[in-house]
């Protein structure tokens, strides 16, 4: 009686174990490990969609202008500047920039506005989050916000929508895509 | 050591001078297309990591007098402008060439002279690359016909390897046709569909693809020169051919042999001889025909056919009507006379036939009949005899039963010939056949009528009028020209009416004794070999 009360025991306990280990390995979480996703072909995806919005909105200037200031990233690069940074350095500066970008669009969402633009406006939210994931699949730090209150230095005010998203368009086929071809997971895997 | 040293600056400096005059080459050509292609009042440019922007002005300007000033991002700096002799072009240039350009964002550019703004302009740099060539252009053939490798490098510039797009024009040496392909990011091609032994010249050049960057397109490379595989003939392919060839030849061959007969009739046909139609005449009698037909129709002949020589109907007027009975007396009596002039006339036609035709006797009593009448100019009720000298025969039908008969056959062949020769004692014109040759030229066109010719009820010659019947009958006797008769003239005299062309091809079966009767109608003769 003992003995098979021991047997059904450790089968339970083996039958536990395996589970756990099952749940542990496809555990959803936030820290799961993605594939890097290395090729630039993704990320030009999204700037062609950057490029239509953009257009699209310069193209609408009285029904899509708007009385407040945006607070957006700066978009320049400055090679020899950008080549002297590190990789953390550098995604600092992204991650910021995606960060701030996503506010002002997503200010947007709240009003209400045209159909184009709506659209326009959710495409590239939906944007920012997927850039996210790829930057977060090769390994790039998260965002972190500055500890020290205040605005941000690497940030200016636009105050049109076109603007806005000219500023989107420049600062992901700059910064981001920048950041994304210098990813050391992404050339230790071609080196 | 020292002078180890001497050289090495030496080469170094050289390397650097060439360096840089390539580049200074690069930066000319440059400035020269934009020149020639852009528009704007400032045209920029960014090579390698720089923006430059210039603009053209008179000689006589110094680039001092000019201020250059470029602003982003709430930031304003200053540029120092230079100026640039362009050779090719005669034209001067000044330029300012911006250091540490920020690129991905907007820039304002603007030129002044002694402060009054000029030009101004709002860019963003890595909108206007301008890439150097490829280099290392190499065009190999490939092991497969009409086939060229293609390969170069990019040009020396970083964060772009992976966005650029390609164009590649090749064409046939000394040809100005050329085709272009467009490849992207990919640094080798390989040319289809080219001539096999043919040398080309191809070129290559770059642009941004225009994702993260834009720009203008490169100059091309220097052309580079490949030859194609030359055309091979797969011996497989050729043994297969020849063996192919072999059997359809031997094929054909066979094909030849078996049907060797009938396809020499078809293509060699045999020329129709009128043995079939005249049994023994060439066996027996040796062509002579006269005997032939002795022989045969010997009752039928009345006279002597040698009289008659062979000679071809020729074109008949009827003149005027020829009563029976001034027929049959003064055939009668002119029988010998008239042979006599058959003869003379027969000499005397212009028949183009070759051979075959006999006068009958009746032609030419009819045409001494004509002569006579000529000569003495009657009343209309007179006989009629055809004016024209040219013989004509005149196919008699047997009044008796035999003719009807024979009419009945039409499609015989062999009846127009013994209708000719049918009737011996009547002068009197018969029917007419009308032409045999058309008989067998008009397919299935019925019987032969000599429709006009029996509608005499008093049997009289048919008068002459203004309407005439005549036949000319072509070479070989076979065809026809009833032109004339086509018109349908109907000639009435009195109580005589004429068709003078109604040919309908129906033979009428009309009676008509043998003496004393006469039809007429000098209208439709027909005459012509029967086979």
Redesign the interface.
Known sequence: MIQAGHKTVRKTVGLFAVLLMVLEWTRPGLSSPLRPICD?RVL?HF??EAWDAEAAMRACKDACSIATNFTVP????????WEAMNIEEKAQEVQSGLHVLNEAIGSLQASNQTDVLQSHVDASISNIASIRQVLRSVSIPEYVPPASGGEDEET?KVSSISELF?VHS??L???V??LL?SAPVCKQGVS | MAKMRSDRLKIVFVLCLAFVSIGGQHFESKVAQLLRDESEDIKCFVEVKDLTCFWEEERNSLPDQYTFTYSYENKIKDCVVSSLSLLASNKTVFFCKLPKTPFFTTLDVKVSRDRRMLYSRSLNAENFMFLDPPRNLTVLSSGKEGQLNVSWLPPLLKYMDDSMIYEVRYAEEGSNMGKVEVIKVSTMLVLLGLQSDTRYKVWVRVKPDGVAYKGYWSAWTEPVLGVTQPSELDPLIMLLVLFIGLILCLLSMTVILSHQKFLLKKLWPDIPTPERKFPGLFTVYKGDFKEWMSQNNSSMWGRSVHVFTEELPSPLEVLSEVSLSSHGTSQREERKPVEEDEEKESERSDSGLPDRWREPPQAHWLMEQLRTLQENPQPLSQSLLPQSHDTYVTLNQNSQGDGVREVDDVFEETLPLQTLFTTAGTPSLNTSHSDLGSLQQSSGSGRLSSQSSFEYPNHTWPPKGPGYAYMAVADSGVSMDYSPMSSSRIVELGRHRMYTNDYKNEIFLHKWPLSGEHTKSGSDFCMGPIW
């Open positions: 630039l030009d700037i062609k700066l978009t320049r690069v400055d090679f020899d500047v200016q000219q420049n600062f086929r700059g910064k895509r920048h071809a």
